[in-house]
């Protein structure tokens, strides 16, 4: 075997192994939203920042399941919940902390997440306008047309 085979096979047994250590990550994702939108979220007394909040966790090696720590959502009428789970290894979830019916201040927290909920709606809508726009430019119509010269890729 030449030394150029040799090289590329070393090679590609390094990419191998290296690709299954980057699987093997004991960690797992949790997105923390509210309701209404808006609420700060606090672990250990530490802003996360508004929600939508990710967090990734670490497992201990041995562990499949970890209780996550406590974090409270607080909304601008100063109204708290709090929310803890247990979560798989490798998982990607979502929790949506709801705020609590009896507490005042609901219409100061509604106000509040109004602007959040309208740059939502733009932002689902020009995502929506771009995901349009490659699949008109990624259509067989639009690709024979570029071939034959007749249109630029901006124009499909």
């Known amino acids: 075997m030449n030394n150029i085979a040799r090289v590329a096979m070393l090679a ?34 530490k802003s996360l920042g508004v929600a939508p909040v990710v967090r990734t966790y670490e497992y201990p090696e041995g562990v499949s399941t970890l209780a996550t720590p406590e974090v409270t959502a607080v909304w601008v009428s100063g109204a708290k919940n709090t929310y803890w789970t247990n979560l798989p290894i490798h998982a990607d979830l979502a929790a949506t902390i709801q705020r609590p019916a009896n507490v005042p201040g609901l219409d100061k927290d509604q106000a509040a997440a109004q602007p959040i909920m309208e740059e939502r709606a733009r932002e689902a809508e020009r995502l929506k306008e771009d995901n349009r726009r490659t ?19 901006a124009d499909c």
């Open 135 to 153: 699949m008109a430019r990624d259509s067989p119509r639009c690709r024979d047309q570029q071939q034959k010269g007749n249109v630029a890729t």
């Open 12 to 45: 590609a047994f390094a990419a191998a192994l290296t690709g299954c250590a980057a699987t093997g990550t004991r960690t797992a994702m949790l997105t923390y939203d509210t309701m209404p939108v808006g609420a700060t979220i606090y672990e250990g007394g």
